[in-house]
């Protein structure tokens, strides 16, 4: 930048024909305060919109660390803090569990290509047993209609909009793998997602810090992100909750399908097998040899989506004969 | 860095109380050079300042209302933010091509030159982050990224290890920075020890911040547009001609404006490599172009579409064919015979040659990887309103550093304040 020569040395260094003026309050240094005063009010300004939305995060919510580093009375807090959130956000009382993985279990999916009509019966299920927003109907689960005679997704659609099943067609739902090599868990850069020992991939909605790489990195579309705050209606909410699964997420973060994980660890079978009509879904425990999923795998012909990735998918698709 | 003719003293010894004291001078000088300049400078400043306070309250609102308001979705989950990020990673690295000559193979002209470069590196590194910082969903959590406070997912997550590169060269360049003028304001001479091995360090260092941000991209096997190890490559090499186009602007910029002597050298020097290196990425291209095309399949669906649209739909189409022909044009204008005598054709081709890279690393790559979706949808992308102002302020913020640190090191480093120690006497 030029200097102006009448009044500096030319260098630029603000000096006064070589000699700084040391004076507090000439006309340059009282235009700076001015300037910088302005600055500073049209940045606060500026920023204000953050100040709203501050109300709606806590400091307890700032400062809580990692789900697995929670010791037991820690927990009982956040879910305490959580459940009176829940209230003053959206009206409904609910109770927030948290549900463990169980010893000797390790979660399966089967899924039989050749029953299901394609009716979205489990996606709807899905939106409502887990608490998705409504006017997004969000859902963990989606439907690809695809061309007889061929496996390739890219003949797919999952906007068709006609009466189900089309004679010409069949159909592949498809939802979270659940890898036991999943791409999304190695990427996250802050350790929010992670495998839990019933094969079950989770995240802790109040670590993720909604950089979604995981969601880049997921090869199946199974991620989602919470782009604005979900709205659900007060009565449609569904109170029983998990700490890790269908509790209302926050703002900026990710979730995910876990398998229903507050209901089958429970012992009960995923919201999306209940509500399919045709019995296409086989649910069960991968270690257990009498499960009927284990029947499947042993007595079918089974496949992965996209084997030659190496995700290992605990997710399985059948044909019958 | 130092010329043999400067002013020394015989290595003195100073102990921590004279540095107490004489670098708090250091740094009043550094504020009074910073804000203190010609109408023209304040202007300069003002406009800046105007479009950096746009994008922060643009960037508020987006914190409030949730990132809803950015044209991204589900489908394409990294937009004009993470492509803005991916080419200034490129701009940052791109600086090292004045340090190469002037530090391996001891170019004089480089030498008198090579801080531009290195204060570019400061300044673009800033925009990085705060690139990064306004494409979170929760930027209230930031320091659950910080190693040792929050959890770091290292060495399996490639964002951890952006995080160390990226900070570390930020580290370097301002040690080697900031080292070279504090003694340049002392009016002594700066210490080998104290800066060659770092800057040796920070040439490796510039070409792990762009290799890395490209393991970021083609590591993942999900994304078949983005799965090429020739990625890394031409990362490499699109940012060696991006950078020294922007330096060589500047230097001309610096030449009128300044009374630093910008040498004829300099600027031959950082032509030379862009001729090279743009002629590098021109054949990559045409490699990658050639492997999607002539075996088609699932892998070319995505090139497919940001080249010819697909399905009707052709977002990034017009996109694409300006960043080619850009570069096209910029490749064949470099080509022209002592073109550091024709400085108009060349600053077309070093501003031909910007604009095409970042339209190359951004709405060309990171874009259409996410187009078709990993289950085959189509969903396009195009930038909201929102997304545009923010980008627009982080690079004035950008735009502010880089002057800033111009403003502060060009009359210390060209030796117009007077050195310390010669005003004492």
Known sequence: MSDNKKESCGSGCGCHNG??????????????????????????????????????????EFLQTHYRELSNDQLDEVIARLEEETKKDYGADVTITDHRPQMGVKFGYALNLSICIGCRRCAEACHHENNHDRATSNSYIRVLEMTKGSMDMEKGNVHYDHPVP???????????????????????????????????????????????????????????????????????????????????????????????????????????????????????????????????????????????????????????? | MTPPDATTADA???????????????????????????WLFYAWMFVLTCIALVGTHAWAVQVRDGMAVTAMTDHVSWGLYIANFTFIVGLAAGGVMMVIPAYIYHDRDMHDTVIIGELLAIASIVMCLLFVVVDLGRPDRFWHILPFVGKFNWPISMLTWDVIVLNGYLLLNLHICGYLLYKRFLGEKPDKRWYVPFVFLSIAWAISIHTVTAFLYCGLGGRPFWNTALLAPRFLTSAFVAGPAFIVVVLQIIRRMTKMKIGEGSIRTLVGIMRITILINLVMLISELFTEFYTGGSHATAAHYLYFG????????????????????????????????????????????????????????????????????????????????????IWAAGLIVYTLLLKVAIPIFTGQTGALQGKNK
Request: glycine share 6%.
């Open chain 2, 12 to 38: 003195p010894h100073h102990d921590a109380r004279f540095h107490a004291t004489s670098y708090l001078k250091f740094l009043r000088l550094a504020f009074r050079l910073a804000t203190e300049g010609s």
């Open chain 2, 310 to 393: 697909e399905h009707g739909l052709n977002a990034l189409q017009p996109w694409i064919w300006t960043s080619t022909i850009a570069i096209v044009v910029a490749a064949v204008l470099l080509m022209r015979p002592k073109i550091h005598l024709h400085m108009k054709t060349l600053d077309v081709a070093c501003v031909l040659v910007f604009v095409g890279i970042w339209i190359e690393k951004g709405m060309g790559l990171i874009i259409p990887g996410f187009i078709p979706s990993t289950l085959h949808e189509w969903v396009e992308y195009i930038p909201s309103a929102i997304e545009w102002k923010v980008s627009a302020g």
């Open chain 1, 19 to 60: 000699a700084p003026d040391e004076s507090l309050f000439n006309r340059r240094n009282v235009l700076k305060a001015a300037g910088a005063t302005l600055g500073v009010a049209a940045f606060a300004k500026a920023m204000a919109p953050i100040t709203e939305w501050k109300e709606t995060t806590s400091v307890d």
């Open chain 1, 166 to 321: 089309h004679p010409d067609k069949f159909y592949m739902p498809v939802q979270c793998q659940q890898c036991d090599n999943p791409p999304c868990v190695d990427v996250c850069p802050v350790e929010a997602t992670w495998k839990e020992e019933d094969g079950i991939v989770v995240v802790d909605y109040n670590w993720c810090i909604g950089c979604r790489y995981c969601e880049a990195a997921c090869p199946y579309h199974a991620r989602r992100f919470n782009w604005k705050k979900p709205v659900v209606p007060k009565n449609e909410i569904n109170p029983n909750q998990s700490y890790l699964s269908n509790r209302i997420r926050p703002q900026g973060v990710m979730e995910k399908c876990t398998f229903c994980l507050h209901r089958t660890r429970e012992g009960r079978m995923p919201a999306c097998l209940e509500a399919c009509p045709t019995g296409a879904r086989v649910f069960g425990n991968l270690l257990d040899p009498h499960s009927e999923i284990r029947k499947v795998i042993d007595t079918k012909r089974v496949f992965v989506l996209k084997e030659e990735l190496g995700t290992r998918p605990s997710f399985f698709y059948f044909f019958d004969e």
